[in-house]
């Protein structure tokens, strides 16, 4: 009799759905609540995916104003950033549909902690091989913003590309955006296995997250019209090379929205 009344009385929701218990003083309603499957079919360049978009995330990496605006730290040290600006259009034509089936969205950028006590020498040397010049942490002459630090201009998505409140945002430290960050959690958490990949540079830090993600047991599917990368064209040949044959499946944001549609 006592167990049926325990049984009976209301359970409070505790934690992130799929990943949340139901829970009173007495019971710990474990089983968590599975999601409604919503099966589609994406065409990639090796094979036709059968996945379930309930399952599924898309990760933006480094579209921010360091790596894309022209005022930003890449262009300051002369890189032509204009190729890193190509995946703005077909990442905000995919977007509002993701939104739309409740997919979500992570925006992953490059911010630093302003002592940059977590970032290796080896890892400064990247961005200020001379010693001499402006990098990680440093102000930008033009408009005095830090290089990727976490809450600067620098370090902010473009404005080109609009961001909803309902988005998630991760701060990460290196091109992977698993090492030392939350990600893996918030995203086991949601119960998701399948990730879509835009951004930039695709064979930096878009390839070093999505091998993460392969190797922690993602599905990772690449969206080459929502990643670009400023190296030479040889880099992203061989990134969509290994992707293909090695870490995932390629294929694009048009493909993509037809099979949602």
């Not at 009385?9 to 919503?38: C, F, H, Q, S």
């Not at 001379?130 to 408009?143: Q, V």
Request: glycine residues 6%; contains cysteine; negative net charge.
């Amino acid at each position: 009799m006592g167990l049926e009344n325990n049984m009976n009385r209301p359970l409070y929701n505790l934690g992130v759905p799929p990943n949340a218990w139901k829970v009173n003083d007495a019971i710990a309603d474990i089983t968590r609540v599975p999601i409604e499957p919503r099966p589609i079919n994406l065409t990639t360049e090796t094979k036709t995916l059968r996945l379930d978009l309930a399952k599924a995330a898309i990760l933006v990496i480094d579209m921010q104003n360091d790596f894309c605006h022209p005022d930003g730290w890449l262009a300051y040290i002369g890189v032509d950033v204009t190729p890193a600006r190509t995946p703005i259009n077909p990442i905000n034509n995919l977007l509002p549909v993701l939104r739309n089936f409740n997919v979500p969205l992570i925006w992953l950028n490059w911010g630093n902690r302003p002592d940059l006590l977590n970032i290796s020498a080896g890892l400064r040397h990247v961005y200020n091989p001379t010693g001499k010049g402006i990098g990680l942490g440093d102000r930008l002459p033009k408009n005095d913003a830090p290089v990727l630090t976490v809450n600067s201009w620098a370090a902010a998505v473009i404005d080109e590309l609009e961001q909803k409140p309902t988005d998630i945002r991760v701060d990460k430290y290196r091109m992977s955006g698993f090492w030392d960050t939350p990600l893996d959690s918030i995203l086991r958490n949601l119960g998701k296995t399948t990730l879509f990949f835009a951004g930039v540079n695709v064979d930096q830090c878009v390839m070093a997250t999505l091998q993460d993600a392969n190797f922690l047991g993602y599905d990772c599917i690449l969206l080459k019209d929502c990643t670009a990368t400023t190296s030479p064209e040889f880099c992203l040949k061989a990134t969509l090379y290994n992707v293909n044959q090695c870490f995932g499946f390629v294929s694009d944001s048009q493909t993509l929205i037809n099979a949602v549609k």
